[in-house]
């Protein structure tokens, strides 16, 4: 009866065939290949739910050029950072914060603008003087046209080389990321005709919003219900707090009207005292339920020190975007504030960038619609090294022992 042979045996085929030195060579050649092959197999199993997201990207509707009539929000991932973009009825984009400045985070925001048609922004929105929300600024400012920059209300020296008076009480800051932006605005002013807009909203109770952008035709607007005070110690607090609407707005101005419309409230890194601020100064538009909103952009990456229950309390979202990091140092979101947003009494679906990508709103047939692009900039990162990095360490390693063995031989013959 004839022997079974090995599972070994039938991979690698008859001993006989690797007597001597090239059949030995023949073996290790052979079994190089078979340890690249269940190598590849493994990697494959331990990130697939990473490649999986990069594969996918662009199997999703929103990932498409926005059609006239229609408006898309996007929540886009650029790690822990912001970058949001609005894309109007009308064909006008508006772009909130760029994200932090690392080449990986930039090609990446570029390439989701692309994907989505963007050529022209008509508003620059950045919030605050923080990297992780200018940081791309300044090469957004050098490569596209912008028509409106909304900037906070922190100056740089490069303001007062413009003739800005900047004794007035207003705060400085002249961090060099922070610079450029100013420069590049400026530049972009003098050479392509931009306005530049600071977002302070004042002290003038009469009219509290300012700085409007309003089109009946398209049946969109944009307010700005904060910051009102000139200093704050905190730079999280410059952020302003922003409505953007879309629906019927003839119904925005009376009692619960926002029903009315599909409203998105972008708040940056708002900490407690400028959400305080907030709630103040806007107390009888909040009472009234003018200030609820769908979709919330939550503060601060989901911040212990943002997103209090009283401001969760009068907003009432249905949806609640988290933008962050896989990873993050900071541990963002806390679980302080993840506890609030699940105990604020609408009950937001928690949406979040670190897990889901790239996020996007959209306009359905009869109410609003909310999924995931499945784009997520983390997968470029897994597939260009934490996959190819074990595979060339494997195949690096088995050379090694190759090259060894082979010189070994060589000396004892």
Known sequence: MARKKSTISRLIGNKSEYRGEKGRKRLVIKLVIYFIVWAALLCSLIFSNDIDRSMNKTDFAFNESIETGEYKVHFIDVGQGDSSLIQFPDGKNMLIDTGEDTSEIRKNLIR???????????????????????????????????????????????????????????????????????????KEVDEEGATIIRTFVGEDEDTPVTKSIVSEEYNYRVDFYAPYSERFSDSNDYSPVIMVRFGDLTAVEGENGANATVDFMFVGDLEKAGEAEFLEKNAALLTNGELDCEVLKVGHHGSSTSSSEEFLSYVTPEYAVISCGEGNKYRHPTSEALARLKSCPSRPKIMRTDELGSIVFGEGETELVANQTGYNHVDDRYLEWKYFVIVGAVILALLFIFVIKTKKEKKED
Request: negative net charge; hydrophobic residues 30%.
């Open 112 to 186: 989701y603008l692309d994907s989505v048609g963007v050529e022209k922004l008509d508003y620059l929105i950045l919030t605050h003087t923080d990297s992780d929300h200018i940081g791309n600024a300044a090469y957004i400012l050098e490569n596209y046209e912008v028509d409106y920059i909304y900037l906070p209300t922190v100056y740089s020296l490069y303001d007062e080389e413009k003739g800005l008076d900047i004794d007035e009480g207003w705060s400085t800051k002249d961090t060099k990321t922070w610079s450029e932006v100013v420069e590049a605005s400026y």
